[in-house]
């Protein structure tokens, strides 16, 4: 049905969709904070993707581990940190918040299926 590669691709596609949340919020920040602040709030999609982007290179690679699960379950909790960061320190319309929609639900399918590339069970 699907080539190996052609799974690669759409999970690596996938993964992509939280740094548009990112870019949505830089660009939302007011060009008065600091370019660091601006970095910091709109951090979390970065990361969300990385998780993913991570998982498809164990898949791609072959080299899931169990030994990886407790850094793996770590590294899901340093996009929430940063969400909590960006709702209390985003100086931009507040509706924009509503995007953390899609970095939650990416959030969880990382949790579900990336974390079962990175460790192999």
């Known amino acids: 049905m699907f080539s190996f590669k052609a799974a690669m691709l759409f999970w690596f596609s996938v993964s992509l969709v939280p740094i548009y ?9 007011p060009r008065s904070e600091s ?6 709030v709109s ?4 990361v969300i993707s990385v998780l ?3 998982a498809v290179i164990a898949a791609a690679f072959g080299f899931p581990q169990k030994v ?18 960006s709702f209390s ?3 931009g319309g507040k ?10 639900l990416w959030l969880l ?9 990175v460790i192999g069970a």
């Open 95 to 104: 509706e924009i918040h509503l995007l953390q929609a899609i970095n939650i």
């Open 43 to 46: 951090a979390h999609g970065i």
């Open 52 to 54: 993913f982007i991570v």
């Open 68 to 85: 990886y699960r407790e850094l793996f379950d770590l590294l899901c909790w340093m996009p929430i940190i940063l969400i909590g960061y």
């Open 21 to 29: 949340t990112s870019i949505v919020y830089f660009l939302s920040s």
């Open 109 to 117: 399918a990382a949790a579900i299926f990336a974390r079962v590339a």
């Open 35 to 40: 370019f660091a602040k601006r970095l910091a």
């Open 89 to 91: 320190c985003f100086e």
